[in-house]
């Protein structure tokens, strides 16, 4: 039986949602309990799908008058939950927002809506000769909202950059759902610049309801190069020597032997088994440029200590060196029950200790680790594989996962790169920021949502939370941002 002002609010929602766009019974909210990070589950009050922006900024109103929480929602492919539920809030969903605009060629850029899956931009503009950079290994899926959410990267961020490099304009609807429109085609604007603060701030500062997309020129040539190692440091010396000689490869990707066999298993593209790690070099540019550079960097590799190289000119073999790296994730799920996908970034330099130092502290909690990653920007995806269903390894995995965060920190890095930090990485923040830097992000958040009814228990810890992990040592222990409580 429904409180009346509950009732009320029910009625009120509906009447904004399409007729199948308001899902309340536990069979429907099933679904939506969890995103990628699977092992945070939690069934939401109730999930509303608008088809419009119109609709969207409706809802925010709505819930703003009656005090409910907010959880925006895309594709739900993220890794760190920042798209999990609460039982005390409305989740957002976004995947039917997929209106898709033709391309400005003079602008070279689009205008999408946040549902829209991040490859169909490119399917979409190709007959331009154009494409979206920005490329996560589950761009078949996830959402360009969710993107700019969580500023994803992929292979191509080396030489193209994240989502925030690709991004122009956005529409945001605050708490209150009053649209903001956020940055332009113009080369600058005047002010502060509101589009980075935006684009990675998972949702705590409002729902983006269109993107405007920068769009690139097909590269004229392409070519990927495969490098075999008999050792991880070898491997990982090598990328710092590329970047060093002036070379900026479009993707520079590295798998250590675990992850390589798993890969090869899975997919069978003929990867060297028995080498302790691969490199993955695409270059692309002009043909006198690209021998140019393919002559350097072979060179590079052999001074380094590959035991063996080779050359994918064609389309058909190049997606077949990438298709291993693509499907390196779920290439580990078939060698153990459960995997943790770790998201850390160190700088270049450290790349080879780093991968020698989870080894170390992988034997010390008597685990396996496989090691997939962007290594061009020390953007680390270590797979610490685990079974749920033994007692304690779920939570032998968490606390390697919280040292391996903390080795990126100490070596002057981050404990994101690409994933953000949902609930996954409140810990690892506590590491990283100091109590002043904390409460600045506090007061950011309280600029955009006065209410804190936006993606509660999100991406930035309290002060008091820092604290109890002795992390810190902050007086008091109200919750800047508790959630809320429905009705």
Known sequence: MLAPREEEFFRALAALLPKDGLLRDVESLRPYECDGLSALRSLPWCVALPETAAAVEAILRLCHEYGVAVVPRGAGTGLSGGAR???AALLLGLARLREMAEPDLRSRSIRVGPGVRNLAVSEKVRRHGLYYAPDPSSQIACSIGGNVAENSGGVHCLKYGLTTHNVLAVELCDSSGERLPIGS??????????????????GLLGVVTSCTLRLLPLPPQTLVLLAAFPSLRQAADSVGAIIAAGILPAGLEMMDQLAIQAAEDFVHVGYPREAAAILLCELDGEEDELQEQLQQVAEI????????????????TRMTLWKGRKAAFPAVGRIGPDYYCMDGSIPRQRLAEVLEQINVLARDYGLRVANVFHAGDGNLHPLILYDANQEGEQERAEALGARILELCVAVGGTVTGEHGVGVEKLDGMCVQFSSAELAQLHRIKAAFDPAGLLNPGKAVPSLHHCAELGAMHVHGGQLPFPELERF
Do not use: K
Not at 185 to 202: K, R
Not at 301 to 316: I, K, N, S, W, Y
């Open 85 to 87: 539920p609460s039982h």
């Open 185 to 202: 085609l113009a080369p600058d604007t005047p002010g502060f610049n509101l589009l980075s603060l935006v684009i990675g701030s998972e």
């Open 301 to 316: 590799l052999r001074q380094q200590g590959a035991t063996e190289l080779r050359v994918a000119r064609d389309e058909a």
